[in-house]
């Protein structure tokens, strides 16, 4: 797979070479289980406060304030399943664009009635349009506000410091799924009002199934998981040791390289704007690729063609691995919710492009070479 060019960072990341060193390491040496009382557990239980430390260091929270879960999909869940368990929540505004960790969830609860689901309306470039929110909140209580910070699929950055203020104003409980933003951008969870955030390490750098929550200490909800004692009464089931110190030893390089990464990743998402712009006429740009948007993700429209149903297999073919929507889509016939609800025209296929640290401009050049090949 080595020669291969990998355009998916959104669905999946490389993990580092150091993250890779430091769970070996520890898998060599720590075996007990950090529930254990005797030598062997505690040697285990430090390692995975010492992570929690550090990723509350990094966010400026408090460690009593992370819960380690399997990754997003869990904290998305656990964030809104006991919002409305613990918190009094009986409407939940969210929009059409968000991931289905969230979307499912909201449906399921109003499916049983639990909670009163409201989309907030979308503006043409997909961002939200705060002048609905602030209706929404002002005309329903009892509110949680499920809104994501990065698009997974076209990119747009929210402005969740004034999501945040909104819902303060409001009194409703804020969460976001962070999971494509953290460790791209800098977050101060002090000066955001927002009361639960995900997380998940596979997105930076780390491995797969091990992320965590960010639950704000003035919200107290009950267990998600129930069993043990594990992650203070929060969530039951022995942690995954190796995954959580995996996750924190990604996420201090992610931080520590971030402003290198920002500056060489934008410029690369930059360069292949231009030269997709003029090479290929007639393409477009789903979300607010040139504004308001993540540097790592570009969701990029192609004219109408006979190959349009064979393009991602094509650049699959040709050694190229991109994704036609979001990565939890794959393999299904159905096509992206998110561009279905910014009615992207269906007979111009879509492609996303997400970028990570290894890429290069030789390999954007490479990709608009085949794209050029297989749309002629």
């Known amino acids: 797979m080595n020669n291969r060019i990998y355009f998916d960072n959104a669905a999946t990341t490389p993990i580092y070479a150091e993250v890779i060193d430091v769970m070996t390491e520890t898998m060599k040496i720590h075996f007990g289980n950090p529930s254990s009382t005797h030598a062997h557990g505690r040697e285990v239980r430090t390692l995975i406060e010492d992570a929690r430390k550090s990723i509350s260091k990094t966010l400026n929270c408090s460690p009593g304030e992370i819960f380690f879960t399997s990754g997003g999909t869990e904290a998305d869940n656990m964030a809104i399943r006991k919002s409305v368990d613990c918190l009094g929540i009986k409407n939940i505004i969210t929009s059409s664009i968000e991931h289905h960790a969230v979307l499912h969830t909201v449906e399921e609860l109003e499916k049983h009635g639990v909670v009163n689901k409201h989309f907030v309306k979308l503006l043409p470039d997909g961002h939200i349009n705060f002048t609905h929110l602030e209706e929404l909140l002002q005309t329903n209580s009892n509110c949680l506000v499920s809104l994501m910070h990065i698009n997974n699929e076209i990119g747009n950055l929210l402005a969740i410091e004034k999501v945040g203020e909104l819902c303060n104003t409001y009194h409703a409980i804020f969460h976001s799924d962070t999971v494509q933003t953290i460790a791209h951008y800098p977050i ?89 712009k003029s090479t290929i006429h007639g393409v477009e740009f789903n979300g607010d690729a040139d504004g308001n948007s993540s540097y790592t993700i570009l969701n990029v429209s192609f004219p109408p063609t006979p190959v349009a149903e064979m393009l991602l297999f094509k650049l699959d073919i040709a050694g190229i691995s991109v994704s036609g929507g979001s990565a939890c889509a794959s393999g299904s016939n159905v096509g992206s919710h998110v561009l279905a609800a910014l009615e992207v025209d269906q007979n111009r296929p879509s492609i996303r492009f997400s970028f990570g640290k290894q890429n290069t401009k030789q390999e954007v050049d490479l990709l608009i070479e085949k794209l050029v090949e297989i749309l002629n």
């Open 188 to 276: 101060d969870l002090q000066k955001i009002n927002i009361d639960f955030i995900a997380c998940s390490a596979h997105k930076f750098n780390g491995p797969k199934g091990t992320g965590f929550i960010y639950i704000n200490g003035k919200n107290k909800i009950d267990p998600f998981i129930t069993g043990g004692s594990q992650e203070r009464n929060m969530r039951g089931g022995t942690e995954n040791v190796y995954g959580i110190v995996g996750l924190a030893k990604a996420l201090e390089v992610s931080y520590r390289d971030l402003e290198i990464n920002q500056k060489g990743i934008g410029e690369l998402k930059k360069y292949m704007i231009e030269k997709l």
